[in-house]
C-alpha cells in the first residue's frame, strides 16, 4: 500500500545533539513538507520541497536543516541550534499540479515522530 | 494576513449527542480552499473535507456535514450521533495563496472526546 513511512517513532536527543529524522513516501508526490506540533499551536510549517534538489524554508526553519536527493525521501535534521525541539514532527506528501498548486491539493502525512530533548 | 481559529480547546459529548466543531477564517484571498483533518490518537492526519470559495453548497456525508458561510467566514463541522471513534483532534485549515507557495495554514484544533 501506499503511504509515507516517518521514523524512527520515538526520539531522544541530548541537548547539543543533531538528529535525522527520516520521511520516505512511495507514492510518486512531487510536493513534500515538515511539520512542528505542539500542544495547542497547531501545526507550523518548518521545510517544504516541491520538487528534487530544490527546497524552501517555512515558517519556524531556524535550526533546522533539509535535504532532497530523491523524489521519495525528505529527511529533517534537528540542529543543535534548535533552542526548543521537543515536540511531534509530521511528514506529508502531495502532487504538485492540479488547481491552486500543490498547496490546494490534499496531503498525505505520516505518522509522526515524537522528539523529546533530555 | 490569513488566519485560522478554532476556539474551541476541547470539547467533550456523550456518545449519540451531535457536537459542531466551529472554524473561522480570515483571508484578503477571493480565491482559497479550506480543509478539514482529524488526528486520531495514532498520530497521522486523516483528510476528512476540501471545499473551494466558490463552493458555498453545505455537505454530507455520513454523520458528518460541513456548513460553509462565506457571510461569516466560517466553515463550522458536524458530526451527528456521536461514536467513540469519533475521538480525535480536528483541525481546520486555509490555503494561503500568498506568493508561490500555496502553504496550508492551521488552526490550533479542537480536541474532542466522545464519553460511551
Known amino acids: 500500500d501506499g503511504g509515507i513511512t516517518q521514523s524512527p517513532k520515538y526520539l531522544f536527543r541530548k541537548e547539543g545533539q543533531n538528529v535525522t529524522l527520516s520521511c520516505e513516501q512511495n507514492?510518486?508526490?512531487?510536493?513534500m513538507y515538515w511539520y512542528r506540533q505542539d500542544p495547542g499551536q497547531g501545526l507550523r510549517l518548518i521545510y517544504y520541497?516541491?520538487?528534487?534538489?530544490?527546497?524552501q524554508k517555512g515558517d519556524i526553519a531556524e535550526g533546522y536543516s533539509v535535504s532532497r536527493e530523491k523524489k521519495e525521501s525528505f529527511p529533517l535534521t534537528v540542529t543543535s541550534a534548535q533552542k526548543n525541539p521537543t515536540a511531534f514532527y509530521l511528514c506529508?506528501?502531495?502532487?504538485?499540479?492540479?488547481?491552486?498548486?500543490?498547496?490546494?491539493?490534499?496531503?498525505?502525512f505520516g505518522a509522526g515522530s515524537r522528539l523529546t530533548v533530555l | 494576513a490569513q488566519k485560522v481559529t478554532q476556539a474551541q480547546t476541547e470539547i467533550s459529548v456523550v456518545e449519540k449527542e451531535d457536537v459542531t466543531l466551529d472554524c473561522v477564517y480570515e483571508?484578503?484571498?477571493?480565491?482559497?480552499?479550506l480543509f478539514w483533518y482529524k488526528q486520531p490518537p495514532s498520530g497521522e492526519l486523516v483528510f476528512l473535507i476540501r471545499?473551494?470559495?466558490?463552493?458555498?453548497q453545505n455537505e454530507i456525508s455520513g454523520r458528518y456535514s460541513w456548513n460553509f458561510q462565506k457571510s461569516t467566514s466560517s466553515f463550522n463541522f458536524t458530526i451527528t450521533a456521536s461514536q467513540v471513534v469519533d475521538s480525535a483532534v480536528y483541525f481546520c485549515?486555509?490555503?494561503?495563496?500568498?506568493?508561490?507557495?500555496?502553504?496550508?495554514?492551521f488552526g490550533t484544533g479542537t480536541l474532542l472526546a466522545v464519553q460511551p
Open positions: 506529508a506528501s502531495t502532487e504538485s499540479r492540479g488547481t491552486g498548486g500543490a498547496g490546494a491539493n490534499v496531503l498525505t
Open positions: 507514492l510518486n508526490h512531487d510536493a
Open positions: 483571508t484578503r484571498d477571493t480565491t482559497y480552499y
Open positions: 471545499r473551494n470559495s466558490f463552493d458555498e
Open positions: 485549515a486555509l490555503v494561503d495563496f500568498g506568493g508561490a507557495t500555496n502553504k496550508l495554514i
Open positions: 520541497s516541491q520538487i528534487v534538489n530544490d527546497f
